[in-house]
């Protein structure tokens, strides 16, 4: 259990999960395993599981035995059985790093990330085939601050006034199609601890743009195969008027 709960904090705090619903007895051994130095999960709100109205759970006369969870719903108790729990040290959506360190591969990156002895408040892991334009000041560092201004699943802007040169992660998965722009340049796309996105900046105020642009690849191979397929539809089609046509004829 123990090591169940430290890799399961590991994995919610890289990927900016702040909330978890669990069990409320659950919360001792997430500070205990999970969070040891901060214990930082916290209730949010605890919550009993109850049936909705016109349900029963006992089975009294004239209402509906519940059959599933669809029948049921939270209320909230003080001392409810279940709880949302807000972890506080999970990683936010966008920070800045003055300090990061880059793998030779990708298998070492992921043993990196599951290391005690690496802490992803502190540093960023920068994938060895992205590009990063400085060398890591001290962890210590005070790298700066980054809040996100404007969001659309495809258009992300953030503003980050970086106090040296820092990498700006923005914790969110990295693709190919994902672009990115700071100050109306387009920049580097660093992939940063295996599967987020990230950009390096220098110092000073800046304005980044994280954007989704689809290859046009895949939009002509799917309306090639459209046309083809109506292609051979009309042919068939043709086919068969044309023996129909021909049995009449004779």
């Not at 916290?42 to 519940?66: I, S």
């Not at 304005?207 to 051979?232: D, K, N």
Request: aromatic share 10%; charged share 20%; proline share 7%.
């Amino acid at each position: 259990m123990p090591a169940v709960i430290a890799s399961a904090a590991r994995m919610w705090k890289l990927t900016n999960t702040r909330y978890v619903l669990a069990a409320a007895s659950l919360l001792p051994n997430l500070n205990q395993y999970g969070d040891p130095q901060h214990q930082s999960f916290r209730y949010a709100e605890r919550f009993n599981l109850v049936a909705k109205p016109g349900y029963t759970m006992r089975g009294e006369p004239g209402l509906t035995v519940v059959a599933d969870a669809g029948d049921m719903m939270p209320e909230k108790s003080d001392q409810g059985a279940f709880a949302l729990i807000e972890y506080g040290d999970a990683l936010p959506r966008a920070k800045l790093y003055s300090n990061w360190t880059t793998p030779t591969n990708n298998d070492e990156a992921l043993e990196k990330l599951t290391s005690a002895m690496w802490e992803p408040s502190n540093s960023v892991l920068i994938s060895y085939d992205t590009p990063v334009a400085a060398t890591p000041l001290n962890p210590a560092a005070d790298p700066g601050t980054a809040n996100i201004t404007s969001w659309d699943p495809k258009d992300i802007k953030v503003d980050a006034n970086a106090k040296s040169p820092a990498v700006l992660l923005y914790n969110d998965r990295w693709a190919g199609d994902w672009h990115v722009w700071v100050d109306g340049k387009e920049s580097p796309l660093l992939r940063c601890n295996y599967i987020m996105r990230g950009v390096f900046l220098s110092a000073g105020q800046h304005t980044v743009e994280f954007r989704y642009l689809p290859s046009t690849t895949a939009l002509w191979v799917t309306v090639s195969a459209w046309l083809v397929g109506i292609i051979l539809l009309g042919y068939l089609i043709w086919s068969r008027l044309k023996a129909k046509a021909s049995m009449i004829l004779a």
